[in-house]
Nanobody, 126 residues
Framework: VQLQASGGGLVQPWGSLRLSCAAS????????MGWFRQAPGKEREFVAT????????YYADSVKGRFTVSRDNAKNTAYLQMNYLKPEDTAVYYC????????????????????WGQGTLVTVSS
C-alpha cells in the first residue's frame, strides 16, 4: 500500500486545515488508518485513529474536541479535519495504515501500522 498525505500548509492560530491521506495499491485489504505527528526535536506521537468501518475513533487528549478523523473507503482516503489550531500543533503529520480483520478496531501504537505516507508539514503561526 502506498499512502500520499496532503493538505498541510501555513495557518494562523485558531485557523483550520484538512489533511488527506490517499491510499493506492493493495487497497482491497482492510486497514485501520491513523494520524501521527512529529515536531522538530521530538518523537513521533499519536494524534488520531479510525477503524476500517469508520465507526470507532480515538484521539490524543491534546487534540480532542478540535480534530476530527474520518474516512471514505470508496475513495481509499482518510481525512484529518483540524480546527482551532495552536502553535503547538506545528509538526509534520504522517498517516499510517495497519492491516486489520476487525471492522471496529483501531490502533494507538506506531508499531501497529505497516505502511506510512511521506508526511505533510503543518505550521501554525501568526
Amino acid at each position: 500500500v502506498q499512502l500520499q498525505a496532503s493538505g498541510g500548509g501555513l495557518v494562523q492560530p485558531w485557523g483550520s486545515l484538512r489533511l488527506s491521506c490517499a491510499a493506492s495499491g493493495r487497497t482491497y485489504s482492510r486497514y485501520v488508518m491513523g494520524w501521527f505527528r512529529q515536531a522538530p526535536g521530538k518523537e513521533r506521537e499519536f494524534v488520531a485513529t479510525i477503524s476500517w468501518g469508520g465507526g470507532s475513533t480515538y484521539y490524543a487528549d491534546s487534540v480532542k474536541g478540535r480534530f476530527t478523523v474520518s474516512r471514505d473507503n470508496a475513495k481509499n482516503t482518510a481525512y484529518l479535519q483540524m480546527n482551532y489550531l495552536k502553535p503547538e500543533d506545528t509538526a509534520v503529520y504522517y498517516c499510517g495504515a495497519g492491516i486489520t480483520i476487525d471492522d471496529g478496531y483501531y490502533y494507538l501504537s506506531l508499531k501497529e501500522y505497516e505502511y506510512w505516507g511521506q508526511g505533510t508539514l503543518v505550521t501554525v503561526s501568526s
